[in-house]
Nanobody, 125 residues
Framework: QVQLVESGGGLVQAGGSLRLSCAASGRTFSSYAMGWFRQAPGKEREFVAA????????FYADSVKGRFTISRDNAKNTASLQMNSLKPDDTAVYYC??????????????????WGQGTQVTVSS
């Protein structure tokens, strides 16, 4: 089992950058594939980015491709989401998630077994 805690959210102007972190408990973090999702007010949670256990394979939603970068440091039990060129449409609560299938890069919520509590990102115009 793994527990996830996100941090790094905040208020930023359009065009700015933020880096979200996801700290994982446990000694088996490298066994999990990781993903990031987001949920804007009044909308369903949507996929943002995913990576396999090594971080060597990644996948992005079209809406963030070229602006966001997902990465991980297995030695530090941490996953990250670097967000550049932020837009007001990126405003949402961002969640990290872990999958026990280490090679998985699932784009649906059902593909993940553990979730963090979320961190708010607000992009002003």
């Amino acid at each position: 089992q793994v527990q996830l805690v996100e941090s790094g959210g905040g208020l930023v102007q359009a065009g700015g950058s933020l880096r979200l972190s996801c700290a994982a408990s446990g000694r088996t973090f490298s066994s999990y594939a990781m993903g990031w999702f987001r949920q804007a007010p009044g909308k369903e949670r949507e996929f943002v980015a995913a990576m396999d256990w090594s971080g060597g394979s990644t996948f992005y939603a079209d809406s963030v491709k070229g602006r966001f970068t997902i990465s991980r440091d297995n030695a530090k039990n941490t996953a990250s989401l670097q967000m550049n060129s932020l837009k007001p449409d990126d405003t949402a609560v961002y969640y990290c998630a872990a999958s026990r299938l280490r090679f998985s890069m699932a784009i649906t919520e059902r593909g993940y077994d553990y979730w963090g509590q979320g961190t708010q990102v607000t992009v002003s115009s």
